[in-house]
């Protein structure tokens, strides 16, 4: 079993001296799993791989495509129809997995290539054929678009998902496969599905050795034991999102993989995490150099400030400064420095996961009473929204349904100006949250680049007393070092545009502090419908469980056994209508909220408050 440790090391950027190369073929693999999870973005990845091969003047017939179910018309590709305007208040309903659904299927086709089943057997027919055709000298390109599983014991056993129950295929059986082919082919991977990273070591079961021999490497969208952003589901209808867009466009332009892999560094702005095999080589030698961590990053921050110090190294300090100011992050100045930035980030993830959550589950109740009251308004929906109506109704009928419902159940919550307003104050709560957990996401993915840019920098260093160690490095970087024959015209034509910086971290800290849920520090159940009914109350009328002491409602004089029938003089008619509206009140200003006390009838007005967390020190010079 090898150490977890090498997934935060290393990542090599350095040009090599070009080799004399034979023929390029390609075997591409997009398994999908199954039409629901086989997203178009795959396909439009393909579409670009075959686009980019036939600029370099690579002969269709030496490209195979395993694609999904191959060339069968059936539908098998997900994509996404446009939502409608307010779709977002059926979330969380009874009709939210089918009104809300607006997934649509097509067939996948790829022109000028036919396409073969991404299956087991198809993939060893395919290298059985390549057997037969390669030569010495020549080099297979392995494409991977796709979905991948992680093995919790060896990387080596990570998986690419293909197409149907249970079909997939182990970096080790991909690797034994490869075995088949003439020792003197190289084998270059560029792999973007979930876990890529464990695909480094296809060498050891091709080469059938723990030593790289520099017939076999690859490029990587994320380390062995992280998910890639392509496989996120809300990417089913985006095209040009991720790692394997941004490596076929940057090379496009700089025509060599070790170039491209040094762009998308820097300009893949998902929480990708780029790595190749040389990266992981050295990551793996320094982790059984130093298993520790405290005293090892140490002793690794010491060859590290020998290693910026040499000038053969200005290409890799100008890429930290890229990194750094594209994604406001603090530049490193050691490992030591930078895992704790790294660890105050991800503290501030779990603060943001935590308010997504609040402002998710109040969203919830909230569309929840809004569509109950419709329904008691409106009593015919009762039966078209039945699941015996909506069961068997195809994709297109659903969404006009849905459209239906949204036109009836808008102006329902417009009646009361404020239920809307909540409604909006709820789901715009929920989406800035979300949106910068995203681009935390994106800095600690930004800060681990360049903790492998520094470990890089450390294993070269450690490898120059070491003759065995460097031969084999200097073989990776050789095997990586493929080049495309692009005409200078395409290079020129597809320059990579320059993309926005993200917003200041320290704007994002403060805009995630101004958007936190309301809090007043209670707990409480509904009340009974029998006792709702002997008392005359409505049926959101809810028993206060306990009151946090100090809390807003402790203030304010709240109880245990108070029971909550409205606020600011509205009943709460449907169940689940107190949390939205406290988690939607305005910050740090009165919430009137009508109690029953006994045989009396009060107002109780707790100052709103963001709920209390331990403090986290601070990243970057935002508020604490």
């Known amino acids: 079993m090898r150490p977890l440790a090498v997934v935060m090391l290393s990542a090599l950027v350095l040009s090599t001296p070009a080799r004399a190369d034979g023929d390029l073929y390609a075997l591409a693999i997009n398994g999908g799993g199954d039409r629901m999870d086989n997203f178009a973005s795959h396909l439009a990845h393909l579409r670009q791989l075959v686009d980019l091969l036939s600029a370099a003047g690579v002969p269709r017939d030496r490209i195979i495509v395993l694609a999904s179910d191959g060339g069968n018309p059936a539908p098998d590709l997900a994509t996404r129809a446009p939502e409608p305007a307010y779709t977002w208040l059926l979330q969380g309903t009874s009709v939210d997995p089918e009104l809300r659904d607006l997934t649509t299927y097509e067939s996948s086709t790829l022109a000028g290539v036919p396409l073969r089943p991404a299956t087991r057997t198809e993939l060893s027919r395919a290298i059985g054929e390549l057997r037969r055709r390669l030569h010495p000298g020549d080099t297979l390109l392995i494409y991977v678009t796709d979905h991948g599983t992680e093995s919790r014991w060896d990387p080596i056993d990570n998986r690419i998902t293909l197409w149907g129950a249970h079909e997939a295929v182990s970096a080790r059986s991909l690797g034994s496969q490869l075995s088949r082919l003439p020792s003197t082919v190289r084998v270059v991977s560029l792999m973007s599905q979930c876990y890529s990273g464990g695909f480094a070591y296809l060498y050891e079961a091709r080469e059938r050795s723990r030593v790289p021999g520099g017939s076999t490497c690859g490029f990587f969208s994320s380390t062995p034991d992280r998910p890639a952003y392509g496989c996120y589901p809300e990417v089913r209808g985006q095209k040009a999102v991720g790692h394997s867009f941004e490596f076929l466009s940057a090379l496009a332009r700089r025509h060599r993989f070790p170039a491209a892999h040094r762009d998308v560094l820097w300009s893949d702005d998902t929480p990708d995490i780029p790595l190749r095999s040389s990266d992981l080589y050295l990551a793996e030698l320094l982790a059984r150099r ?35 100011g594209f994604y406001d992050v603090p530049h490193p100045v050691s490992l030591g420095k930078l895992d704790e930035d790294v660890d105050r980030l991800f503290d501030f993830l779990d603060e943001l996961d935590v308010d997504a959550k609040v402002w998710e589950t109040a969203l919830v109740d909230h569309n929840r009473a809004g569509l109950d009251g419709l329904i008691a308004r409106q009593p015919l ?19 006009a349904r849905a459209t239906e419902l949204l036109a009836a159940l808008v102006p329902y919550l417009s009646a009361e100006p404020s239920r809307l307003d909540r409604a909006e104050r709820l789901f715009s709560g929920l989406v800035d949250t979300d ?14 680049r360049m903790r492998f840019v520094l470990t890089s920098l450390v294993g070269r260093e450690w490898i120059k007393q070491r003759p065995a160690q460097g031969k084999a490095f200097a073989a990776l970087l050789a095997c990586e070092d493929l080049a495309l024959p692009l005409p200078v015209a395409e290079n020129q034509s597809l320059s990579k545009p320059a993309s926005a910086k993200l917003p200041p971290l320290a704007e994002d800290q403060r805009r995630a502090l101004q958007i936190r ?7 409480y159940v509904p009340l009974g419908r029998g006792r709702r009914a002997r008392l005359s109350l409505p049926a959101g009328a809810v028993a206060v469980t306990s009151v946090v002491p100090r809390s807003p409602a402790a203030e ?19 169940a689940n209508d107190l949390r939205p509206v406290i988690v939607a009140a305005a910050l740090h200003a009165p919430l009137p909220l009508d109690v029953v006390r006994g045989r009396s009838r009060i107002v109780v007005s707790p100052v709103v408050r963001e709920a209390p967390r331990p403090r986290r020190r601070n990243l970057g010079g935002g508020p604490n």
């Open 556 to 574: 304010a004089g709240l109880r245990r056994g108070d029971i909550v029938v409205g606020a600011s003089n509205h009943a709460f008619t449907y």
């Open 290 to 324: 130093f298993p520790g961590r405290e005293k090892d990053v140490s002793a690794i921050d010491t060859l590290l400030r020998k290693a910026l110090a040499e000038p053969d190294f200005a290409t890799e300090r100008r890429l930290l400064d890229r990194i750094a």
């Open 381 to 399: 929906w009762r039966e078209r929204l039945s699941d015996k109506a909506l069961r068997h109704m195809k994709a297109a009928a659903r969404r």
């Open 517 to 523: 849920p309301g809090w007043v520090g209670i707990t």
């Open 435 to 448: 949106e910068i957990a995203y681009r935390t996401e994106v800095r600690v993915a930004a800060l681990l």
